[in-house]
Each structure stands twice: as C-alpha cells, then as structure tokens.
C-alpha cells in the first residue's frame, strides 16, 4: 500500500483494488516518470487512465511471492521484510538502490 498522498485520495474514491506498475521506456532501459510520456506511449494500447501528479520518482518497493509458502522475497525495498518471509542467501546483500517511478 503506498504512502502516496495522490494515490491514497484515489484508492479512497474507488469501490474496488487499484493495480499499477512503474513502467520502463520500450525504447531505453530506463524509468519512464513523465505522466504526458507514459500517456502518449500507452493510451492508444488501452491505458484506462494516468493521473497528472508531476514527474516523480520513489523508493523501489519490496516485492514478495506470496504463491510460496512460505512467500519468498523478489526484491527487497522500501517495504519491511516480515519474519514469515523468506529471503534467499543471493538477495541478503542485493539490495536495488536505484530509484524508480512511484507507483500511482
């Protein structure tokens, strides 16, 4: 759950879960984090909608496997790593330090 203010006043508004992603340039292989960009790339393939908060970027966030029992970590972020999670030996000091758009 971000602790995004935009997005926190949009999940507020909504009956039902909000799914987003960051999203990487098709053409670099870098964070695409200007609304109008992502818009113009991803409206005419079905984007239902983009919200205008500025350019901006966050903490990467801490993905877990929750298929797994126990759930394994993908990558740890922002997000706190609970004692039922499991993180493997390999991921202990691969920790993602670059920034990434936030998710909103």
Do not use: H, N
């Not at 202990?92 to 330090?97: E, G, L, S, T």
Request: hydrophobic share 40%; glycine share 6%; charged share 30%.
């Amino acid at each position: 759950m971000p602790d995004d203010a935009i997005c926190q006043a949009i999940l507020k508004e909504m009956d039902s879960p909000l799914i987003c992603t960051s999203i990487k340039s098709l053409k670099e292989d870098e964070w695409m984090i200007d609304p109008v960009m992502i818009a113009d790339t991803y409206g005419p393939e079905g984007l239902d909608f983009v919200v205008d908060g500025g350019v901006r970027v966050a903490d990467p966030s801490t993905v877990v496997d929750m298929t797994k029992i126990p759930p394994r970590v993908l990558r740890e972020g922002k997000g706190p790593i609970l004692p039922w999670m499991v993180l493997e030996d390999d991921q202990k000091d691969d920790v993602d330090k670059d920034l990434i758009p936030a998710a909103i």
